[in-house]
């Protein structure tokens, strides 16, 4: 195993968990939408969708980031006033993969019965620059501040594109490969009703033909900016099966972290993610390999991070994903495996991984708009940059 | 945010040292007193664990080109008036620490992986902002 971060131990949980609801938000460019408003929606549509009322959620998972739906929020939306087990360990990214980790534990000792995850975003209506939006976190680190943003290597698109250049060293890896990743998530997103860009066809020549904004990067190798949100409802399987539909349930869990954190400067090898540890251990904990699955959807901020992923994660080795994608590995209909069928966060919309979560369950139960057939397990691989999250789900 | 943004924050102590040498021109990288380089710094040592400060330890200024991205977009208004611009992560040749920073003085179509470079420095400033800092950029060695 190498040494330039870690697996997290954690305890068994497979088998403990079903994902009983999901929802997810209308998805849109600037809508003038709150943020509040936008993860309602997602959880009302999540509530329906498992066929529970609001007064039967007795748990609430968010992470303090951002703008979270807390209790209150959650009381001031259905004019209820039970009390609800709140916790900080849920949200988006790396840990809407993690989330029912520690809803198991408030499922085991009875806590609650229903838990739910939610997460969005209003980054499109609320800002026009990088400073309020994505790259905030980074300029409020002292330490990116003072000895990277100053001479221009920020934000997430430079180091990102940096990490792609090494990668073509390293590797070989073309534009055109990663133009392979763009194409077959804009193909994804023309099959999928909720896509922001289901009407914008993309072939591998448009993109070619585009010019960089940061070489070697052009604007489509780099995610939407959206408004939108999701949330998903968590229950114990014996408790899922009572409702609505057919349940999905948690099969492995695996949490990895990068010994550098979110300094990617400092990553040796940079050219890797921490899914390298997490989703080993994820797929030790369900009994399964890369092999078995069946569907894949990851968080994708830029093109990269999908090559970088179908290596990390086991599904070809390190170096020839750009080779892999450009294959067609990656087409919901006729790929080795099928990856983020719902356009993902390059042409679905960019709110932070929650939605890949309900894209993941939706395959599962065969409800999804770009279907994947007959899919019976299926992973999500989370990202925060410094931390990974595999979350590997099965059909009931 | 510190009211010089973007120019490095004199306040905040890990890298103070760092932009003092570099306003006397010198690149200097900070290492603990067990040997071990504290990259980035911090208050203690990663290796020994003391909270003692390091020894600034002056570099040659000699690096190899680890990776690189020309940036065309403004993605802050500061930056509107640098753009076009290289900038990306260098290898220094004792420490074999790794700099984020400016490449300079190249066209984009020379640059190429373990290229030869050696320190500039050059001034910071930008628009809007009082003031300047004086920063190690980098640029091909000896004319190559």
Redesign the interface.
């Known amino acids: 195993m190498p040494d330039w971060g870690q697996r997290v131990e954690l305890d068994d949980v497979s088998g403990q968990v079903a994902i009983a609801g999901v929802g997810e938000s209308d998805m849109s460019r600037a809508s003038g939408r709150s943020t509040r408003e936008i993860v309602g929606q997602a959880i009302d549509r999540a509530l329906a969708d498992a066929g529970l009322a609001p007064s039967e959620i007795d748990g609430l998972m968010y992470h303090p980031w951002g703008e979270p739906f807390t209790a209150a929020d959650f009381h001031a939306r259905y004019g209820t006033r039970h009390e609800i087990w709140e916790s900080r360990e849920g949200g988006g990214m790396h840990w809407a993969g993690s989330a029912p980790y520690h809803a198991a534990a408030a499922l085991r000792s009875g806590r609650a019965r229903h838990v739910l995850n939610s997460f969005g975003v209003a980054w499109a209506s609320q800002r026009a620059?990088?400073?309020g939006g994505p790259?905030q976190a980074h300029?409020?680190d002292?330490?990116k501040?003072?000895?990277?943003?100053?001479?221009?290597?920020?934000?997430q698109?430079?180091y990102f594109?940096?990490?792609a250049?090494?990668h073509m060293?390293d590797f070989g890896t073309s534009e055109a490969q990663l133009g392979a990743v763009a194409v077959a998530m804009r193909r994804h997103a023309n099959h999928n009703r909720a896509a922001v860009m289901r009407d914008r066809a993309l072939t591998l020549e448009q993109y070619l033909a585009e010019?960089?904004?940061?070489?070697?990067?052009r604007k489509l190798d780099c995610c939407l900016i959206s408004d939108g949100g999701g949330a998903y409802v968590m229950t114990s399987p014996e408790r899922a099966r009572d409702l609505r539909p057919p349940p999905v349930e948690v099969l492995g869990l695996g949490v990895g972290r990068s010994a550098t954190g979110e300094?990617w400067?400092?990553q040796d090898p940079?050219t890797s993610t921490p899914q390298v540890f997490s989703a080993p251990a994820a797929y030790a904990m369900a009994g399964i390999r890369a092999a078995d699955v069946d569907v894949l959807t990851c968080y994708d901020p830029f093109t990269i991070h999908s090559i970088l992923f179908v290596e990390d994660m086991g599904f070809c080795a390190k170096g020839e994903g750009g080779p892999f994608v450009a294959s067609g590995a990656l087409d919901f209909e006729t790929g080795s495996i099928p990856y983020n069928p719902h356009g993902g966060h390059l042409s679905h919309a960019y709110v932070l991984g929650i939605a890949h979560v309900v894209e993941t369950v939706r395959q599962l139960r065969g409800e999804a708009d770009a279907q994947v057939a007959d899919a019976r397990i299926g992973v999500y691989g989370g990202y925060t940059g410094g931390a990974t999250s595999t979350l590997v789900l099965g059909r009931a | 945010?510190h009211a010089a943004?973007?120019?490095?924050?004199p306040d905040?102590a890990?890298?103070r040292e760092?932009?003092a040498a570099a306003a006397r021109r010198e690149l200097r990288m900070p290492r603990c007193g067990c040997g071990a380089w504290r990259?980035?710094?911090a208050e203690s040592c990663a290796a020994c664990g003391t909270r003692a400060a390091p020894d600034w330890e002056l570099q040659s200024g000699r690096a190899r080109l680890?990776?690189?991205?020309?940036?065309?977009?403004v993605?802050?208004?500061h930056?509107a008036e640098?753009v076009p611009?290289v900038?990306?992560?260098v290898v220094l040749e004792e420490s074999k620490l790794?700099?984020?920073?400016?490449i300079v003085d190249c066209a984009?179509e020379a640059l190429a992986?373990e290229l030869p470079l050696e320190v500039a420095f050059r001034a910071?400033r930008f628009p809007g902002v009082a003031g300047e800092?004086v920063?190690p950029?980098f640029r091909p060695r000896g004319g190559t």
């Open positions: 620059q990088m400073l790259g300029a409020e002292a330490t501040r003072n000895l990277e943003l100053p001479l221009g290597w920020f934000p698109p430079v594109a940096t990490i250049r090494r060293i010019p960089m904004i940061l070489d070697p990067f300094y400067a400092l940079i | 945010m943004f973007p120019l490095p924050d905040f890990p890298t760092f932009w990259w980035y710094p680890f990776s690189w991205c020309v940036v065309r977009h993605f802050l208004p930056f640098r611009y900038t990306g992560l790794r700099l984020a920073t400016e984009p992986a910071l800092a920063a950029c």
